[in-house]
């Protein structure tokens, strides 16, 4: 998962495994939770995201668990592709004094295997 | 529709110099982002509109100022360029509040 620190965290997996990346987010008042995948050289794209109402939320191929107890989101890939290999962040939306500001967790790195 | 464009993709400064970095949106998108990326360090917000003729600071603005003066359009200025403002940079915009963001390709600076 996400850590504090100049490196990357990495998880590798085989195709067609099963990927889970992990993500701590810092606000208890974060209400809103977005997934993005980036690829080399390109910007962040939306996976998918999930309201603090809700605990679980599925999209194609992706789940994404919030678990407010702990401030802990995840997001479990199935059948992991070559094709998923990229970068994953997790965002928190928070409001200091209106307006959501998109905050960003370091990202993980998914390398995935033929 | 093109999205989110970024001019230009990369750019070469000497210390000192200043640049402007032009983000165009075509979704009619009322928020607008600037962010830096920084390797193991994530996206760190500049600045950003919530609609045209705003603008806010955000997490790390010193050194750069932004202008919105049409909705479509959000200018990321450096007037005396670092070389500690050598980063890939990223325009984003979304909608409306709790949606989410729509980023371009990015802007690799480098500051010598």
């Known amino acids: 998962g996400e850590s504090v620190g100049l490196h990357l965290p990495t998880l590798s997996v085989q195709e067609g495994d099963n990927s889970i990346i992990n993500c701590a987010y810092s606000n208890s008042a974060s209400d809103y939770f977005i997934w993005y995948k980036q690829e080399s050289g390109k910007g962040p794209q939306f996976i998918i995201d999930i309201r603090s109402n809700m605990d679980k939320r599925q999209g194609q191929r992706v789940t994404v668990l919030l678990n407010k107890t702990v401030k802990h989101l995840s997001l479990q890939i199935a059948a992991t592709q070559p094709g998923d290999s990229a970068v994953y962040f997790c965002?928190?939306?928070?409001?200091?004094?209106?307006?959501?500001?998109?905050?960003f967790g370091r990202g993980t790195s998914l390398i995935v295997h033929p | 529709n093109a999205g989110v464009t970024q001019t230009p993709k990369f750019r070469v400064l000497k210390t000192g110099q200043s640049m402007t970095l032009l983000c165009a949106q075509d979704?009619?998108?009322?928020?607008m982002y600037w962010y830096r990326q920084d390797p193991g360090m994530g996206l760190r917000l500049i600045h950003y509109?919530?609609?045209?003729?705003?603008?806010a600071k955000g997490e790390v603005p010193d050194g750069y100022n932004v202008s919105r003066l049409k909705k479509q359009n959000f200018l990321l200025g450096l007037e005396s360029a670092a070389p500690s403002q050598t980063s890939v940079y990223f325009c984003?915009?979304?909608?409306?509040?709790?949606?989410?963001?729509?980023f371009g390709n990015g802007t690799r600076l480098t500051v010598t």
């Open positions: 984003a915009s979304k909608d409306r509040e709790g949606s989410p963001l729509h």
């Open positions: 965002a928190e939306n928070i409001r200091p004094g209106g307006s959501y500001i998109p905050t």
């Open positions: 979704m009619n998108h009322e928020y």
């Open positions: 509109s919530v609609g045209e003729g705003t603008t």
